[in-house]
């Protein structure tokens, strides 16, 4: 699975849009973006995953590069309830060599200020 | 309601003991996970099920034991060999190869329970 890069902290006022980068330069054709959140001390949360074109859902929107070498979360009307660590990861489908195993690294902290 | 239930909650352990932690889905989900989390750290794999009867390693298995004898129930068990046990574990499901997920087909959603929390004493 390929790696992912993520600013370690990130600052966002309430109300406003919180845009999470995401750099997965080794992303391979048949493998999706995932991201979860965590809130702290409970378990990761789902968000939204894409594999190439750009997906809104209630939660959030993700855009994808051209390339697929990077990503960018969109929470766009950012709550205190938002602050949580946010991870980025990539993976294939089942029907590839997957595993079905998510790898996640220390993802983005973000804090929603007041 | 559908969902993973993880238990205990917290737990407490003196060295020297073995300690089972209970992961429990009716979600009817094929695949499921164990993940240990360290304070301020991601979640590391310590062993994955796709299917009852089986299971494999992950990424740091020593001193840990699983078994699938039914596809609801995922126990892990943490051993006297497990040189660091303090940590938050985290349960997951996945719905498996073809499955309907929230109307789409299945792409690897992982739904997590709540967790639990064992200290070593």
């Known amino acids: 699975d390929a790696k992912t890069t993520q600013p370690p902290s990130m600052d966002c006022a309430e109300g406003r849009a919180a845009n999470l980068p995401c750099n997965h330069s080794?992303?391979?054709?048949?493998?999706?973006v995932y991201w979860y959140r965590q809130i702290h001390s409970q378990g990761p949360q789902y968000i939204i995953h894409?594999?190439?074109n750009n997906e809104t859902n209630e939660m959030a929107s993700l855009i994808i590069t051209e390339d697929r070498k990077s990503s960018t979360l969109i929470l766009p009307h950012a709550t205190l309830r938002d602050t949580a660590v946010y991870y980025c990861?990539?993976?294939?489908?089942?029907?590839?060599?997957?595993?079905?195993?998510?790898?996640f690294g220390q993802g983005t902290t973000l804090q929603v200020k007041p | 309601d559908g969902g993973i239930t993880q238990s205990p909650k917290y737990l407490f352990r003196k060295e020297g003991q073995n300690v089972t932690l209970s992961c429990e889905q009716n979600l009817n989900h094929d695949a499921m996970y164990w993940y240990r989390q360290d304070p301020g750290q991601g979640l590391r794999l310590i062993y994955y099920?796709?299917?009852?009867?089986?299971?494999q390693k992950g990424d740091i298995a020593e001193g840990y034991s699983v078994s699938r004898e039914k596809k609801e129930s995922f126990p892990l068990t943490v051993t006297s060999a497990q040189k660091n046990p303090t940590a938050f574990y985290l349960c997951?499901?996945?719905?498996?190869?073809?499955?309907?997920?929230?109307?789409?087909?299945?792409?690897?959603?992982?739904?997590f329970g709540e967790g639990s929390r064992l200290t070593v004493l």
């Open positions: 894409g594999l190439k």
């Open positions: 080794t992303i391979s054709g048949n493998e999706y």
């Open positions: 099920s796709q299917i009852v009867n089986d299971f």
């Open positions: 997951a499901t996945r719905a498996g190869q073809g499955r309907r997920t929230s109307g789409r087909v299945d792409t690897g959603e992982l739904f």
């Open positions: 990861i990539v993976r294939g489908v089942h029907g590839s060599s997957n595993t079905g195993k998510l790898i």
